[in-house]
Structures are given as structure tokens and as C-alpha cells.
């Protein structure tokens, strides 16, 4: 697998498929095999665009992964070089954007902070292996009528 630098995305612009092959020197394919892998792209109209931001941290996830694979409930910790899994079994999700966020949560071993990052619409799956926590703010916020 080849192994793309993610510090060649800028991460303040958008790209179109094209656009992202150009930067790694890649067929545009390419690009669109990564977004059926999970690199978020909007699709209201065409081009389709990736959002720097999300490419990158697309990039990364899947760079840390080429170097150890981690299981579907394993997080990579960097202190302990090693796929861990989260002590008490507790994460927290953390959004970043409307489709995308971190999952957060503390090395078993050396109780170190442990992230990755996973699609919002895959959060289910993550929740049936974790305690996962799940910010309210998540959820659009509707009691603005509650207070008299
Ligand atoms: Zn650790």
C-alpha cells in the first residue's frame, strides 16, 4: 500500500478528485476508492468536493494504520507503540465537523490519551464495542422553548 504524505494537503481548501490525484501524482480513481473507504466528500453537486481538512485526517488515519493495524475496538497509542484498548472500555466522541470526529479515550496500558478518527455516520458500530459518550450538542439543540 502506498504510503501518501498527508502534510501535502492544505487544509484550509477544498479539492475535487482531480485535484487531490494532482497533488499526490495519482489517477483520480484513486481518490474515489478512498472516499468508498471512508474519506468524506460532498456530493450536493459536481464536482464532488473533499474538504482538505478531512483528506488529511483521512491520510493519517490510514498512514497509522499501514504502520500496525488496530482492530475495529483498538486504538493506536504512540507511547506504548502498540493497538491498545481504551481503559474501562470508555471513549468519547468528539466532533469536528458534521461528518467526521475523534474518538477519545485513555490507554489501558500507560493511561496516555488515545485518538482516532472515524466518520459520524460509523459512530453506531463504535458504539456497540464502547461505552461511548456522545456529546448532547450533537444532536441539534430543540428546547429553546423549554424555559418560562
Ligand atoms: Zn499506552
Known amino acids: 500500500m502506498a504510503n501518501y504524505n498527508p502534510n501535502l494537503v492544505k487544509i484550509h481548501r477544498n479539492y475535487t478528485y482531480e485535484e487531490l490525484a494532482e497533488v499526490f501524482g495519482i489517477h483520480k480513481n484513486t481518490v474515489a476508492q478512498w472516499v468508498k473507504n ?26 497509522q494504520s499501514s504502520k500496525r493495524k488496530c482492530k475495529h475496538n483498538e486504538f493506536y497509542c ?14 468519547e466522541y468528539v466532533s469536528i465537523s458534521p461528518t467526521k470526529g475523534r474518538l477519545t479515550a ?20 463504535y458504539e456497540a464495542s464502547f461505552d461511548l459518550d456522545k456529546p448532547i450538542g450533537l444532536e441539534h439543540i430543540k428546547d429553546t422553548d423549554s424555559s418560562l
Request: aromatic share 8%; charged share 30%; glycine share 4%.
Open 38 to 63: 471512508g474519506l468524506p466528500c460532498l456530493k450536493e453537486q459536481r464536482p464532488f468536493l473533499v474538504l482538505g481538512v478531512e483528506a488529511k485526517a483521512f491520510l493519517q488515519t490510514r498512514r
Open 106 to 125: 485513555l490507554c489501558e496500558c500507560c493511561e496516555g490519551v488515545v485518538n482516532k478518527f472515524v466518520a459520524y455516520t460509523r459512530l453506531d458500530e
Open 78 to 91: 504512540v507511547r506504548c507503540k502498540k493497538p491498545v484498548k481504551p481503559a474501562e472500555n470508555f471513549v
